[in-house]
């Protein structure tokens, strides 16, 4: 795979540019981005949070569904779900609430669609960004547009959402 690298600003300029919709493939069972580190220990702590760490990104969601622009991804998770991934779905309600599509997929089914091992973004239909981590979380991306890598990309999408079940639905069938 070949594609253009950039670093973290040129692939948060993405959420800026597009013009219909985001979408994430999200592998991983922990990420390490500095503006979560403090709200993760409160979390692992049963500190409370009022969220405001995460407000920009809910009005920005919400800002954009209002626009007519999709915004969504698919989570794969783990079993049992590591710290991180609880701590996400602590707040993921409130994501979903603002108008982003989150869809959820066990291990199990992530393994039987043959998801690759690494996160992405498409923007567009036409535009993939794939991450790349370092020690502060979102190093840099490699963007790729050439339409038959596109299409590859495309293809993981339509599969994973076929299989992935939205939040809400997950989250009902939890004790």
């Given at each position: 795979?070949?594609?253009?690298?950039?670093?973290?600003?040129?692939?948060?300029?993405l959420?800026?540019?597009?013009?219909?919709?985001?979408?994430?493939?999200?592998?991983?069972?922990?990420?390490?981005?500095?503006?979560?580190?403090?709200?993760?220990?409160?979390?692992?702590?049963g500190e409370p949070d009022d969220l405001e760490w995460m407000a920009d990104w809910f009005e920005w969601v919400t800002e954009q569904s209002a626009s007519g622009r999709r915004i969504g991804r698919v989570r794969v998770l783990t079993e049992p779900l590591?710290?991180?991934l609880r701590f996400e779905l602590s707040f993921t309600g409130h994501a979903v609430d603002a108008g982003e599509d989150i869809?959820?997929?066990t291990p199990a089914d992530a393994a039987r669609l043959?998801?690759?091992?690494?996160?992405f973004w498409f923007f567009d239909d036409h535009l993939v960004?794939?991450?790349?981590?370092?020690d502060t979380g979102v190093a840099t991306a490699e963007l790729i547009d050439d339409p038959a890598e596109v299409n590859r990309y495309r293809a993981v999408q339509h599969r994973a959402l076929s299989a992935?079940?939205?939040?809400r639905e997950w989250a009902a069938r939890q004790p």
């Open positions: 795979m070949t594609g253009r690298l950039v670093e973290r600003a040129g692939f948060e300029r959420f800026d540019d597009f013009h219909s919709s985001a979408w994430r493939l999200e592998i991983q069972g922990t990420y390490d981005e500095p503006e979560e580190r403090e709200p993760l220990r409160r979390f692992l702590a590591t710290d991180y869809r959820l997929l043959d998801l690759p091992r690494e996160d960004a794939v991450l790349r981590f370092g992935a079940v939205p939040y």
